[in-house]
């Protein structure tokens, strides 16, 4: 199973970046799909997160409104749109899988099944 992240880099206070993350390995339909983030000496935490057929999303606090989260069960992928990007929100960013067909969100690293690498996004003020 592969997750591989990319499109962080360097972006300056309120403007855009988006993420990817191509999965590979399991049956992608089959699987809720979330973001996260780790900030320098912080624990991880919940960004963002999709269910198997995009019915249902669900967002932290600190990213609704900002963040939107979707995703293409043809093509394998999930993104993450991002505007109005804040320094706080600099962190590593990481997307997870859980296997879950339901409508309920997890918003708990520990109850997703498989990560993939980070993609560094640094947001300077």
């Known amino acids: 199973v592969q997750l591989q992240a990319c499109g962080g880099g360097l972006v300056q206070a309120w403007g855009s970046l988006s993420l990817s993350c191509a999965v590979s390995g399991l049956t992608f339909s089959k699987y809720q799909m979330g973001w996260f983030r780790q900030a320098p000496g912080l624990e991880r935490e919940f960004v963002a997160a999709?269910?198997?057929?995009?019915?249902?999303?669900a967002y932290a606090d600190s990213v609704k409104d900002r963040f939107t989260i979707s995703r293409d069960n043809a093509k394998n992928t999930v993104s993450l749109q991002m505007v109005s990007l804040k320094p706080e929100d600099t962190a590593v960013y990481s997307c997870?899988?859980?296997?879950?067909?339901?409508?309920?969100?997890?918003?708990?690293?520990?109850?997703?099944?498989?990560w993939g690498k980070g993609t560094l996004v640094t947001v300077s003020s």
């Open positions: 997870a899988a859980r296997s879950y067909r339901g409508d309920n969100v997890f918003r708990n690293p520990a109850q997703m099944n498989w």
């Open positions: 999709i269910t198997w057929n995009g019915g249902n999303t």
